[in-house]
């Protein structure tokens, strides 16, 4: 059976974390979409970790990872990564599978991505500029390059002719680059990723599946940054939704059990795009430095904001959710009043779905006061110890949505978890 872990807002929502403190009950962890513009972050033994490619299972030595068919690949940061993580003495080796039908990403395919947000100017989606786009483009154009092709005889002049039609493009937006400065690392780590486990991994989890295993799909981004369903354009270019398990995994839908949607007790955003609830404000300021909302890859400060419940319930609906785990409510703690939106204004009418071009418009969020509560959350281990303040919060949350919040997740740490 698989059941999935997902990101019900605009990522960021403690994926890494859930998926780390999930793994002992699964045999194997696979992520099927985005790439090395995720940052998964885990703290387990006074370290912390920050994972982009490597699904978040990996740290426990029994445990099969994968990057599925979904995933796109870029070969210098994989190694950087890899090389990181195994100073912790796990053996990657073992323990990673790579899909052969994972897209790669190009020298170029950075640059592209650079020079084309740079050609947005003002308009630009704040893309982590690690070539996701451009690589995404060239899979549906059916040019892309996958990692299998790196075992061609051929390769070179695959990646000959891909990045010709790339510097064809960078040069008519006038955009400077140097592309032999990065080709040297680009081949290196190609050769380093060949060391590794490159297997067809549809039939490898269809037969784990068969043979009764526990599979674990780890989401990046979240369901805000969807490419059908996100705030489009300001989205990320892979299907984050339940749905992009099947696809980028090669998992058929009847094997879905359980969907674990994540999310934050307040929102956060980096990089452009509608954000209803955002508090441009002190009280925005507070969230951000008491929640540390830095991002994991870019070191970007987090837009931050209000719990935004049309936005929740539009997700949840999506993914068909069937347990909720709440993030970071440990930040609340000290805030005189939370507040949650419970739905939106525009041009005098209250509406509970999100309107399309939401972007061209000005949306009023119509808000429910709650009293704060106070206490260090993150010393707590049992849902009888959270403040009845919080309690009350969450209850409404719950009844809102209808769908059980069943991990309260009160600090970064694996050990900082209530089941409820
Ligand atoms: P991901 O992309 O969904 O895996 O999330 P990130 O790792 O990018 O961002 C979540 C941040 O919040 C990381 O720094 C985590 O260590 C941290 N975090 C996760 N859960 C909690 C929590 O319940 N409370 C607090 N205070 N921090 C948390
Ligand atoms: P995790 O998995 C938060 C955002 C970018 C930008 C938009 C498009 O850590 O939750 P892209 O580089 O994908 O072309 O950028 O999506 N974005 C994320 N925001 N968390 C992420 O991943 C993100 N991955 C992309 O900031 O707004
Ligand atoms: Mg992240």
Known sequence: MVDVVLGLQWGDEGKGKIVDVLTPQYDVVARFQGGPNAGHSLEFGGNKYVLNTIPSGIFHEHCINIIGNGVVVDPVQLKKEIEKAQTTGIDIHKNLYIS??????LPTHRLVDAASEAKKGEHKVGSTLRGISPTYQDKIGRSGLRVGDILSPIFKEKYTNATAIHCTLLDSLNF??????????????????????????????????????????EGAQGTLLDIDFGSYPFVTSSNTITGGACVGLGIAPQHIQKVYGIFKAYCTRVGNGPFPTEQENETGEKLRKLGHEFGATTGRPRRTGWLDLPSLKYAIMLNGVTDLICTKSDVLSGFE??????AYQLNGTTIQQIPFGIQDYTIDPVYSKFEGWQGDLSKMRTYTELPETFKKYMNYVEAQIGVPVNVISVGPDREETILK
């Open 176 to 217: 400077e680059y140097n592309l032999s400065e990065h080709e040297p690392a680009f081949f290196e780590a190609v050769e380093f990723l060949k060391t590794f486990k490159i297997i067809n991994s549809e039939y490898y989890i269809n037969e784990l599946i068969a043979q009764g295993k526990k599979i674990l799909a």
């Open 100 to 105: 052969e039908k994972a897209h790669l990403i």
């Open 337 to 342: 009043e939370v507040l949650v939106c419970d």
